[in-house]
């Protein structure tokens, strides 16, 4: 696994290329993030790197956080995100990792928690085709048969039925780097990405 950058999703918006196509982008804000942690086979069983993001003030943390993060000098960090890698010798503990890291024109995957949509039916969560709309009908937006009846005589568990829709921790994979802007920590992505503006992203290099 490749190390990753923790972001924040600022909105959407379009540009245009060279040829006046017209691209939808997701502006993002990518780090500042700084090594907190660095796991060795020796120490821990594993080689890996934890990052840290979004400094806040210390009384929003716990004890046991600001204890942990004061061992690399860290500042009070919100988030910490683990990566496993094949080797940690080109890290340091209190190392910065911006958007100096990714290229243009580079694809990358972005992990997110999705847009919570709440209870939501068939139609809408599954995709489900909707019943005959033509005059006497009474099954527009039913479900239709569960299951057989007197055998096995019950639903089995995972029956694509109506409830909670989104919310979800959701990767959207090989999204294209339009444009880097290393002063602000912006970048575009061509698409979307889950969640709101202002939602946190894992921003995994390929």
Known sequence: MSIGLLGTKIGMTQ?????????????????????????????????????????????????????????????????????????????????????????????VNIQGK????????????????RGPMSHGSKNHRQPGSIGAGTSPGRVFPGKKMAGRLGGTQTTIKNLQIIDINIEQHFILLKGSVPGKPGSILNIQMQ
Do not use: W
């Open 15 to 107: 540009v245009f290329n060279s040829n006046g196509t017209c691209i939808p982008v997701t502006v993002l804000r990518v780090g500042p993030c700084i090594v907190t942690q660095i796991k060795t086979i020796q120490s821990d069983g594993y080689d890996a790197i934890q990052i840290g993001y979004s400094q806040v003030a210390t009384h929003l943390l716990t004890k046991a956080r600001l204890g942990h993060l004061n061992k690399s000098q860290a500042p009070a960090l919100k988030y910490l995100q683990e990566y496993r890698l094949d080797s940690t010798n080109q890290f340091n503990i209190g190392q910065v990792l911006t958007a100096n890291q990714l290229k243009i024109g580079e694809k």
């Open 114 to 129: 999705s847009i919570g949509k709440g209870f939501s039916g068939y139609q809408k969560r599954h995709h489900f085709s």
